[in-house]
């Protein structure tokens, strides 16, 4: 049960990865604007993204548990270009899709500096979160922000939750054993 459950969410959230930018990427043609959306909030999901697969890619981990990442970063490139198409100035982005793209290479020079990024992985999306709503307080103005595409990433944090809640019950059950095991070794 708990296997079929686990495979139903990885395909579930692969389902979701694919179609997650799409309602955002929908909204900003339709507007033919990019007004409300971070600029650096979307650089900053982009490196954590190229980082993790690159990291998945560099271990050698199998193409089912990173597929979703692809599929993201092809969408943000895509964002990124209707940025700088609505905002005048498509060559703009050829510094930025440079950078991302040489990053590939850097991160796998040395098993450090891939090691290293990854342990800022979390660092990074986080700061891509903040980042969307320092601008949104800022402006306070939603613009072209896709409420669907934020909600569809939500979901695929959820799942992502239970892990955590699961571990957390788990260390707590091995810290109640080791706890009662010590005492029952007191009282022989």
Known sequence: MEVALLGLCNWSTLGVCAALKLP?????????????????????????FLVFLRYQCYYGYPPLTYLEYPILIAQD???????????????QATPYIAVLVSSWFV???????????????????????????Q????????????????????????????????LALNIWVTVTVLRYRKTAIKAE
């Open 135 to 166: 601008c949104l307080w800022k402006t306070r103005d939603s613009g072209t922000v896709s409420a669907l595409t934020w909600s569809l990433s939500s979901y695929t944090c959820a799942i992502l939750t239970r892990f955590v809640i699961m």
């Open 77 to 91: 490139v895509i964002l990124l270009l209707c940025i700088f198409h609505f905002n005048g100035n498509v060559k």
């Open 24 to 48: 955002q990427i929908s909204a900003v043609l339709a507007a033919r604007s990019a007004r409300g959306l971070s600029l650096p909030s979307l650089l900053l999901e982009l490196a954590g």
């Open 107 to 133: 991160l796998a020079l040395q098993k450090w500096i891939i090691d290293l990024a990854m342990n800022l992985c979390t660092f990074i999306s986080a700061a891509s979160k903040f980042a969307q709503l």
